[in-house]
């Protein structure tokens, strides 16, 4: 499963930002998927989840009720619309995939750069 994140980019404070993450795989539309992040100086963490229905989500407590994961089975795509950024919200952003339905997140995209300023 090949994953390539876009949208990320420099935002003010309060600003919104939508990321991308478009997919190969023929059985997309199976993945488990979601967004983690990491700040400089910290361990990655998680921000987002959704099923293969998209009929499910769960957040990471600090992205709870600004962030929101959705996804296009047919696009293979899956998206993260974060508003009321925050500069604590500034960290690299990756695409994760659970292919195999075992709750290990097997494939990972490059990260894209989100940069939130004060």
């Known amino acids: 499963v090949q994953l390539v994140e876009s949208g990320g980019g420099l935002v003010q404070a309060g600003g919104s930002l939508r990321l991308s993450c478009a997919a190969s795989?023929?059985?997309?539309?199976?993945?488990?998927m979601g967004w983690f992040c990491q700040a400089p100086g910290k361990e990655r963490e998680f921000v987002a989840r959704i099923s293969w229905s998209g009929g499910s989500t769960s957040y990471g407590d600090s992205v709870k009720g600004r962030f929101a994961i959705s996804r296009d089975n047919a696009k293979k795509a899956v998206d993260l619309q974060m508003n009321s950024l925050r500069p604590e919200d500034t960290a690299v952003y990756y695409c994760?995939?659970?292919?195999?339905?075992?709750?290990?997140?097997?494939?990972w995209g490059q990260g894209i750069q989100v940069t939130v300023s004060s």
């Open positions: 795989g023929v059985t997309f539309s199976w993945y488990v």
């Open positions: 994760a995939a659970d292919s195999t339905l075992d709750g290990r997140w097997d494939s």
